[in-house]
T-cell receptor, first 116, second 111 residues
Framework: DTGVSQDPRHKITKRGQNVTFRCDPI?????LYWYRQTLGQGPEFLTY????????KSRLLSDRFSAERPKGSFSTLEIQRTEQGDSAMYLC??????????????FGPGTRLLVL | GQQLNQSPQSMFIQEGEDVSMNCTSS?????WLWYKQEPGEGPVLLIA?????ELTSNGRLTAQFGITRKDSFLNISASIPSDVGIYFCAGLRYNNNDMRFGAGTRLTVKP
């Protein structure tokens, strides 16, 4: 399967713990996106990378959230000091993007986080 | 937050019926996309639209990019039980890369 993969698929943690999620994009894709989705809503954009550069991070929900893509391939999303309100589905998407041209984002299966 | 208004919120239809849902925005988008999401899974791309006025089909699905670039619709013809799921519209602008989603249309198909 050459689609976007995410690990883990599910994570249960206690409030105050740190969690890290991984995303492996489609191999030839240069752009990688993180979204959060809460129940009954569409995905909400958090941040994106073009290759290893994080080009947009102002939409990250707080300074407890951070993302990396050190080698321009896989990415990690870390949430520090988790709170119950962080419980959601975290989705990763990737695309091949060229400036000024429409692109299509393909999503992974998501990581469902439950903070107790 | 979401800037796209998607309607209806939910639909209950009989197998074989046609379905129509739409998305409107106060802002212009350069690309409109339609995704389907099933429980516990990520959204799966159905149709992508890149030009105003574009009408694109994918099997029983047809979608159009509105002329004003502020709206799009998705039609599903002759619905079948496996069409069940939540359908999301999404809009993308070239100058920033955060894709905005509608709140979704939940489709239920009765056999």
């Amino acid at each position: 399967d050459t689609g976007v993969s995410q690990d883990p698929r599910h994570k249960i943690t206690k409030r105050g713990q740190n969690v890290t999620f991984r995303c492996d994009p489609i191999s030839e894709h240069n752009r990688l996106y993180w979204y959060r989705q809460t129940l009954g809503q569409g995905p909400e954009f958090l941040t994106y990378f073009q290759n290893e550069a994080q080009l947009e991070k102002s939409r990250l929900l707080s300074d407890r959230f951070s993302a990396e893509r050190p080698k321009g391939s896989f990415s990690t999303l870390e949430i520090q000091r988790t709170e119950q309100g962080d419980s959601a589905m975290y989705l990763c998407a990737s695309s091949y993007g060229v400036a000024g041209v429409g692109e299509t984002q393909y999503f992974g299966p998501g990581t469902r986080l439950l903070v107790l | 937050g979401q800037q796209l208004n998607q309607s209806p919120q939910s639909m209950f239809i009989q197998e074989g019926e046609d379905v129509s849902m739409n998305c409107t925005s106060s802002s212009i988008f350069n690309t409109w996309l339609w995704y389907k999401q099933e429980p516990g899974e990520g959204p799966v791309l159905l149709i992508a639209l890149y030009k105003a006025g574009e009408l694109t089909s994918n099997g029983r699905l047809t979608a159009q990019f509105g002329i004003t670039r502020k709206d799009s619709f998705l039609n599903i013809s002759a619905s079948i039980p496996s069409d069940v799921g939540i359908y999301f519209c999404a809009g993308l602008r070239y100058n920033n890369n955060d894709m905005r989603f509608g709140a979704g249309t939940r489709l239920t198909v009765k056999p």
